[in-house]
């Protein structure tokens, strides 16, 4: 084993063989004593990319299978371990991260009277404004990657001490959000700090709305949720000023649950969004029918392709399962589907993929129970319904 890590410099195998050595090394021994004391000769050495990157491949795999070893040497661990969490090599870092939280662990296992300390708000208490201006210290780091942990900090530290964050550092907080909405790459950070601050603080962030609507473009569909969810009606005259472009950036499980969350607090939008969305729904649904060759995709709540609704760039079935979705479980009160499902939904349930003809025949099953839960709500005899939509109905039924 030692004999790889000192020779091969394909990452993968350095995997592969620190996975291996891990597994030998929960029965400890000399073996294990040696292999850790290598490894922090090599941290602290001169540097040499892959050894680096061996080295913290086997500190985190000795930390998590030899522990009681390992943590004869946890002092010397400590400083060394700052050595690869500088190195300008991306994945090193990384893994020098993993091997530190592996170190942590250690730490909150044999430490009990620090570990139940360190986890509590006592702790956090007497030390907020120490924690709150190290935090804020590294707002303009140069480094993005420290940049976006100090944006995702952010809420954590409101969390602590409301009142005193809302009078001490809001401010220049919400200026750091409100920088990073500008830019690109860092964008999509910056609203969902946005968002969780936002449900922290309630309305707090009432005087921020102008500028904070100005941005909320395509990736701030899950913030837009988060923060009608916190402040509620009060929103409705800068929500009606984004439906536009909401709607015209793609339909997604993101969007969908935002539109969830609006048309809950927000009566008077529900229309509108509704009409709006199957608008939307029945584009998808004829154009890739009638003009896209479909691939064979499922669909999960936790993992669903965007995509927007223009032709080009339609992603077939994965698009077609989300709109069958949102066809079935949002809220379309006030709206007969049933033509709408004979016409665009049932062509679907001899859609040549599996996952498709499944979502298209839960989605009819329930627009026809809301069916009969409207008619059964109604004071018109059967008979008169049965006129009306009758026929309708027994061909769904035939078709489902």
Aim: proline share 3%; net charge neutral; hydrophobic share 45%.
């Amino acid at each position: 084993m030692s004999v790889a890590f000192e020779t091969k410099r394909d990452p993968e195998i350095l995997v592969l063989a620190s996975k291996v050595l891990g597994h030998l090394d929960r029965s400890g021994g000399a073996m294990t004593e040696d292999e850790v004391k290598v490894a922090l000769e090599w941290l602290r050495g001169e540097r040499i990319e892959y050894r680096v990157f061996a080295t913290v491949l086997i500190l985190k795999e000795m930390a998590e299978n030899a522990s009681t070893v390992f943590s004869v040497h946890m002092p010397e661990f400590m400083h060394a371990i700052w050595v690869a969490l500088r190195d300008p090599t991306l994945v090193v870092r990384e893994k020098a991260i993993e091997a530190l939280h592996a170190w942590l662990r250690i730490i909150k296992k044999h430490e009990t009277r620090w570990s139940v300390q360190w986890n509590t708000g006592e702790f956090m208490m007497s030390r907020y404004k120490e924690v709150a201006e190290i935090v804020l210290r590294y707002l303009e780091h140069r480094d993005r990657l420290l940049c976006l942990s100090i944006t995702s900090l952010l809420p954590r530290i409101v969390h602590f001490l409301r009142d005193r964050f809302v009078t001490n550092y809001l401010t220049i907080c919400m200026n750091h959000i409100l920088h990073i909405l500008k830019i690109p790459a860092e964008r999509a950070s910056g609203f969902i700090a946005l968002g969780e601050i936002a449900g922290a603080l309630d309305g707090e962030l009432t005087n921020y709305f102008p500028t904070i609507t100005s941005h909320l473009r395509d990736t701030a569909l899950a913030c837009v949720g988060n923060i009608e969810k916190a402040m509620g009606p009060i929103m409705e005259p800068h929500l009606r000023g984004l439906l536009d472009s909401m709607f015209s950036s793609r339909l997604s499980l993101t969007l969908v649950e935002a539109l969830e969350q609006i048309t809950e607090s927000i009566l008077p939008l529900l229309p509108t969004i509704q009409n709006r969305l199957l608008k939307c729904i029945s584009a998808i649904l004829s154009r890739s029918h009638h003009l896209m060759p479909r691939q064979s995709a499922s669909v999960s709540r936790g993992n669903i392709t965007t995509v927007t609704p223009q032709v080009a760039e339609l992603s077939g079935s994965t698009l077609v399962q989300l709109a069958f979705r949102t066809l079935a479980l949002f809220n379309f009160e006030g709206h007969n589907l049933l033509v709408f499902a004979r016409e665009s939904v049932v062509v679907y349930l001899e859609d040549d993929d599996g996952a498709t003809r499944k979502d298209a025949a839960l989605c009819c099953c329930k627009l026809l129970t809301n069916s009969f839960l409207v008619i059964s709500s109604t004071q018109f005899s059967l008979s008169r319904i049965n006129c009306a939509i009758g026929k309708r109905r027994r061909r769904l039924v035939e078709e489902v």
